[in-house]
T-cell receptor, first 116, second 113 residues
Framework: DTEVTQTPKHLVMGMTNKKSLKCEQHMGHRAMYWYKQKAKKPPELMFVYSYEKLSINESVPSRFSPECPNSSLLNLHLHALQPEDSALYLC???????????????FGSGTRLTVV | KQEVTQIPAALSVPEGENLVLNCSFT??????LQWFRQDPGKGLTSLLLIQSSQREQTSGRLNASLDKSSGRSTLYIAASQPGDSATYLC????????????FGAGTRLFVKA
């Protein structure tokens, strides 16, 4: 299995809703990432998990809450989002060692989130 | 601070043409450079990865080169096809583990049949 699977593919939520995005990989990667991408912009890093521990939080608002329950799963819990949070949310994984410099990232197909 | 720039921002070519996409970066201390393809509203598909010790990588009709000293990478696409139409992004990793990866804004390519 050489894929990163993200669900759902599309999500529409109100500003008072609570929802979660899910990401799964079975490549044995030990680093997993959440990126946010606005239209016609490059992806922006949000969070990095290494060996199931949060290692980087790029000053993301607390209405976004990441969780890494095990080495294969990554969740992003959403609560009280704003319309400007509407974007494509991408999950990625890589080897967590220096070998990641050799093999790079694998990205999922993303979740298109719309906040109304 | 590492900055990654891609020129041109958009490119339209007739089918069959060979083309070059450019990526420049300001800090030559990189671990790797990765080229991705992104179709509208979709995720990123990895095309080629060049480690800092390498000069080029090839996959099918694609060839990517890396010149760290000048802070440049090029993606060469041979015999372009309409199916190559997409946005092409380069990403530079400056720390192991991919913790500091900077993406360029991308080049939107349209190949006309």
């Amino acid at each position: 299995d050489t894929e990163v699977t993200q669900t759902p593919k599309h999500l529409v939520m109100g500003m008072t809703n609570k929802k979660s995005l899910k990401c799964e990989q079975h490549m044995g990667h030990r680093a997993m990432y959440w990126y946010k991408q606005k239209a016609k912009k490059p992806p922006e890093l949000m969070f990095v998990y290494s060996y199931e521990k949060l290692s980087i939080n790029e000053s993301v608002p607390s209405r976004f809450s990441p969780e890494c329950p095990n080495s294969s799963l990554l969740n992003l819990h959403l609560h009280a989002l704003q319309p400007e949070d509407s974007a494509l949310y991408l999950c990625a994984s890589s080897w967590a060692s220096r070998d990641s410099a050799t093999y790079g990232y694998t990205f999922g197909s993303g979740t298109r989130l719309t906040v109304v | 601070k590492q900055e990654v720039t891609q020129i041109p921002a958009a490119l339209s070519v007739p089918e069959g043409e060979n083309l070059v996409l450019n990526c420049s970066f300001t800090d030559s201390a990189i671990y790797n450079l990765q080229w991705f393809r992104q179709d509208p509203g979709k995720g990123l598909t990895s095309l080629l990865l060049i480690q800092s010790s390498q000069r080029e990588q090839t996959s099918g009709r694609l060839n990517a080169s890396l010149d760290k000293s000048s802070g440049r990478s090029t993606l060469y696409i041979a015999a372009s096809q309409p199916g190559d139409s997409a946005t092409y992004l380069c990403a530079v990793t400056t720390q192991p583990g991919g913790f500091k990866t900077i993406f360029g804004a991308g080049t939107r390519l349209f190949v006309k049949a």
